[in-house]
DNA sequence: TCTTCTTTTTTTGTATACAAAAAAAGGCCC
DNA sequence: GGGCCTTTTTTTGTATACAAAAAAAGAAGA
């Protein structure tokens, strides 16, 4: 193991207390979604043992829970490791989430209470807050956590756990093919439409606010000629972070 | 364990040779979808390792790919058992399933070989066959089947997996709440109209085939009272099948 | 007879040991 | 130097043992 990966390992583990297989994943998948563990980085259990201070038995389902949402890669006999989507992946991912989200946005619009649009909205100013001070982690999470409020708020609680998968997996995506120049993906008022006419009960405008979001969100992304690159790292197993 | 329940394992269980997590996940599943295993049932560990051959570390895999196709409920420290959907969550899946199956069947529209088309239109046949024979679990079996084709078909994978996951949650509901009298929930050329369609490149008219199949489905299920009575039999822990 | 508390049994959570498979390393020949 | 085969090491698959929690059974009292 790598040294890098080690002490990044090292610094997300729970500090103190036992850590349950919940909390493994969570740990993992936040550093897949902060780009601190690349895809093709191998995650063996081990290793994530040692580090987390737990046995296999434990970081084995954690890794089951990850192979699940999609995070991870597990392949009969061989070590588990981070997802690399394809580009094409990528596009179904957005076409997807479209669908779902649009549709939520829709069904919600004019049905949520005074309460649940606040927090919406404080989400939203917290996003631009984080933005305006430059702090592009903190912005993500708050941009994060405003979606999974609208999955958690929406009335159909099925396509409301699809939306919350489709969210993760879409963060993934972008960390992996964001334009290298880009400082950050915060698209000015999107969020701040798409809250007035959730408010106003427009489903339509809704729906239609979440799908220029996503569009924009897609658009930011470099989804050129790299396909060749990825597949064929995965394919040879190049490991950009380990031996 | 009730002798019914540990017959109905043992009928399950593979005839020969070793038999990995997704053999059990496989057979408890068909379990579940063929009503031999009623909601509330309890899936010891050990006990199905012992039926399967197996030690608990291969059950507990199963079991954890079961939980997370929302077959079964897997809380901390308590057994895993049969999940019963309520009617809300009933609802809920069918129009989730109405809008993926219906955005998948209008992408599909005219963009299907005619290898394809033949693969879906045998179903069909076999469905009706198996209707007109009599055979309510073959006649089942081949109309998930076709449903299975539509989602491997999808041009977008992320969608089509979506897809299977929704289908299995359908099948378990529609098992779960079907009407006491109902022979079977054949009905009769939806499937042809929706193929036909299909091959034309009509995508709304496919869409609306998939959508008017669903309702008719979702009709023949009794979603009326029953509500209050399986939530009561989920807390308070009464089990049909087994002490 | 019903309730409540205690004791027993069952069942899951976790760690660990050993076998089998895959990956890596080393040595060999060209 | 580069490719190929053998050996070693690493890593996963499975079974099992023991502790902790939950469920069930039994006993005592009203």
Redesign the pocket.
Known sequence: MSNAWHEEMQAVAKSGG?V??RDIADKVRHAVLMQRLPPGTK?????LGEVFG?????VR?SLTRLASEHVIDQR?????RVRAPSVEETRETFDARRLVEGEIAAQLAGRLSPEALEALERQADLETEAFRGGDEPARIEHSLTLHHLLAEHSPNRVLGGMLTDLVLRTSIVVALYKRSGLASCYQEGQHGRLLRHLASGDAEAARGAIHDHLNGLEALLDLSPREARIDLMSIL?HTPEQ?
Chains 1, 2 share one sequence.
């Open positions: 036992r349950s297989d995650l063996p259990e081990i290793t737990v046995s296999r038995s434990v389902k009969p006999n061989q070590v588990a197993g031996a």
